[in-house]
């Protein structure tokens, strides 16, 4: 198809582009050297005994990929991937966030579970992964800017962490927040957000939250997930607009009405609640017909629900 948008900068031709083949050996390459963990990360943890073993954030990658979910899909150049990002904090401009993360600290890191639930707690980001298994999983993803990208994430269903916390009936929605640290974060500091609602906050309904697809992810290419991707950990919800997908989450809390949210709040017309991907409502300024798939020429069809309308679509009749 051809592309029909003026290229970026970050561009890159096809022929750069990893063939899958080449990057499924090269995790096979190495996990044989033992390379493939990452980062050692290992902190004080909350709730951890004191003497059980320190599961480390970093440890365990590549993680297995399971075959449910597109495997079949071509992947993005991982390098687009990670440096074409919407990550406001750090910075407007996509392609500066993964230079401006340098002074983001992601470990120690927790998480506060709280609200209508019978189990509150904090957790220590290395005591949650012990007790959930992770895996990888192939999604697409598409931003309300119509660009899409396919990228394997590595993460837990978020339901097995609401089982954990034993919502009230009462709790019908979830609200997340992002980390707030000015002094971590230039954006939060740029004139250029000056009056933005920090820090990120966005909302699922508890069915879309208990979905077995709404994914808690701490990886990304087999790899702990890079600062500009939101680690150590966030929200990827595939058949809705990148920006429900929330970043570096400190908090959860379960309420009772529909949580306001980040965009919601500043442009309640453009980004509403919902924003399942509907190539029939086009974005008031844009079509959100087509979509334009990074690192490649390519323009393609969007799809209702972004693809996931056979696994979706029921909870909205
Ligand atoms: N989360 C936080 N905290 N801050 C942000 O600016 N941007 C959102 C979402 N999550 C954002 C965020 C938007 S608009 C998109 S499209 C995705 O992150 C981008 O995710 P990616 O950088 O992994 O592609």
New binding site residues.
């Given amino acids: 198809m051809a592309n029909l948008v003026r290229r970026s900068a970050w561009h890159l031709p096809d022929r750069l582009i990893t063939p899958e083949g080449a990057f499924l050996r090269r995790r096979d390459f190495l996990r044989q050297l033992g390379l493939a963990g990452g980062a050692m990360l290992a902190a004080p943890g909350f709730l951890r005994a004191a003497d059980s073993p320190r599961p480390s954030p970093g440890a365990g990658y590549p993680y297995p990929r399971n075959p449910a979910f597109n495997p079949d899909l071509k992947l993005t150049n991982e390098e687009v991937?990670t440096s074409?990002?919407?990550?406001?904090?750090f910075s407007l401009d996509k392609g500066e966030v993964r230079l401006l993360t340098g002074k983001f600290v992601t470990t120690p890191w927790s998480i506060e579970v709280t609200g209508l639930c019978d189990n509150p707690m904090t957790l220590a980001l290395h005591d949650l992964l012990s007790q959930v298994t992770l895996e990888e999983r192939v999604y697409r993803?598409r931003?309300?800017?119509a660009w899409s990208?396919v990228v394997p994430w590595t993460g837990f269903s978020l339901s097995k962490l609401i089982e954990k916390a034993k919502p009230k009936a009462s709790a019908k929605f979830l609200r997340f927040e992002?980390a707030n640290r000015p002094d971590q974060f230039p954006g939060m500091r740029s004139p250029r957000t000056a009056g933005y609602p920090w820090p990120?906050f966005e909302g699922l309904r508890m069915d879309e939250a208990m979905h077995p697809l709404t994914l808690m992810a701490t990886g990304i290419y087999g790899k702990p997930l890079p600062k500009?991707?939101?680690a150590p950990v966030?929200l990827v919800v595939p058949w809705k607009y990148?920006?429900k997908?929330?970043?570096?989450i400190v908090k959860i809390e379960f309420v009772a009405t529909q949580p306001k949210t980040f965009w919601e709040t500043l442009a309640a017309d453009e980004y509403p609640f919902e924003s399942n991907v509907n190539p029939k409502v086009p974005h008031p300024r844009w079509s959100q017909a087509t979509e334009r798939v990074i690192g490649t020429f390519d323009r393609a069809r969007t799809l209702p629900y972004n693809g996931y309308g056979d696994l979706v679509a029921k909870l909205y009749s």
């Fill in positions: 991937a074409y990002n919407n990550f406001y904090e993803f931003c309300v800017e990208m992002t990120y500009q991707q939101g966030r990148g920006y997908s929330i970043k570096s």
